[in-house]
């Protein structure tokens, strides 16, 4: 069950004097906080520094909580560990923050998979990728490039800010014999082979301005 109603968290012991990410971030995937306290609990879980705080290699789960309650577009502004470590020079990701026993560790590496499957967007819809789901999250980006490779072939998407409509320009490529759809801000856009390319003139738009680029 949630904890005190004057934090709203699950606690880690049955005595609660222990909080922690790990513990509603399991909440909210597994639906033991309700769909519609999700959002709620993960903007506490994000901004309250007493708790226990997930490390690198847990940020797989946290992130995949943060998609599941709504909040893809916090991606983005939430790699600065990631940046730090490259500023540091590694060439590998850390396990955890310093002190750390491992530098090299592959668990901490979801930026690799988020990159496109949450920034771009690209998931598979189906078991087997049999069909494709595109729904990015910009965050403060002004332009997303991605390809992603895929058994028949490459997915090709790019996406960008139109400052003048105040919406999303977006071009698919899908490959011979694959189909999906595309959301953006709510609408969906059925995805054939081939050149796709819509605009929403009133996408959800948060943040400051960047830019990116995966492939």
Known sequence: MLGREDRGLFFDDIGRTSYSQHANIMGILSDAVPAERQKEVFEKLDSDPTLIQATFYYRFYLFRAMKKAGLGDMYV???????????????????????????????????????????????????????????????????????????????????????????????????????????????EIPLKEGQTEHRIPKANLSGKEGNSAAE
Do not use: Q
């Not at 939430?78 to 310093?98: Q, R, S």
């Not at 992603?148 to 698919?172: C, M, Q, T, W, Y």
């Open 77 to 187: 502004g939430m790699l600065k560990p990631w940046h730090d470590m490259i500023d540091m020079g590694l060439t590998t990701f850390a396990e955890k923050p310093e002190p750390t026993r491992s530098d090299c560790h592959a668990w901490s590496a979801s930026p690799l998979y988020d990159l496109l499957a949450t920034v771009a967007g690209v998931e598979p819809a189906e078991p087997g990728f049999k069909s494709v789901k595109i729904e990015p999250h910009l965050g403060n980006l002004k332009h997303v490039e991605a390809h992603v490779p895929h058994p028949k072939g490459l997915i090709k998407v790019k996406f960008d800010k139109n400052e003048g409509s105040g919406g999303i320009d977006a071009r698919i490529f899908m490959p011979t014999g694959l189909s999906g759809t595309l959301i953006l801000n709510g609408e």
